[in-house]
């Protein structure tokens, strides 16, 4: 773990489609460097527990019941505005790691990180994460991707996985490991954050 002075108010905003890795190495990075992590997707399961949802195992997103709450979160965009806003108040005391749908868009602060990966890559990853075979792992991830793209269009007007340009990094991770991209954003943020001076962040870099 990497904790120094100066990286304290640090904030890192990775996003992605479904089955694409942010939240593994969200976590991972937040360990890294001692900052804390904020998960937009868990923060929406505790809300759903609230609800009498049961959304405490592995891969629940991709279930009926998740699937379930997807459709309920459309009719009622409510629950995502207060979890975003709950997140942007958060993020802006610093020092946290966020994976999220929403937060490279709304929140100003921070270095935005896009992890990208085909349907058919982002399938196989759930089909083995979840024990489903990867053709019922796409048309879930599909029909999720689609109703939640439908969801931030409506609350907030952008394209998810269309626009790109809050991010300051955009991964191709279509042929790396979970520990290949950690590395490279640690690379990546080790040169561009943590050097003295720092060096300033492209608007968009792709690799």
């Not at 399938?123 to 489903?132: D, S």
Request: hydrophobic share 35%; proline share 3%.
């Amino acid at each position: 773990m990497v904790k120094r002075k100066h990286e304290r108010k640090m904030v890192i905003c990775v996003a992605g489609m479904t089955g694409c890795g942010k939240s593994t190495v969200a976590r991972r990075l937040a360990d890294r460097y001692g900052l804390t992590h904020l998960s937009g997707g868990n923060a929406l399961k505790s809300l759903a527990v609230k609800m009498g949802y049961k959304s405490c195992e592995k891969g629940w997103w991709e279930t009926e019941e998740g699937m379930r709450f997807l459709q309920q979160r459309m009719g009622d965009p409510q629950f995502d505005k207060k979890v975003d806003e709950e997140l942007m108040r958060q993020a802006r005391l610093g020092s946290a790691v966020l994976d999220s749908w929403t937060m490279p868009w709304l929140l100003k602060e921070g270095f935005k990180v896009w992890l990208e990966a085909s349907p058919d890559v982002r399938a196989r990853r759930i089909a083995k994460r979840n024990g489903i075979s990867p053709e019922e792992a796409l048309n879930i991830l599909r029909e999720k991707d689609e109703k939640t793209g439908t969801i931030y269009k409506n609350l907030y007007g952008f394209d998810l996985g269309e626009d790109f340009s809050p991010f300051h990094l955009i991964l191709d991770t279509n042929d790396l490991t979970s520990e290949e991209v950690f590395q490279t954003l640690c690379t990546v943020i080790n040169r561009l954050m943590l050097r003295k001076p720092k060096t300033t962040c492209p608007k968009s870099m792709r690799l």
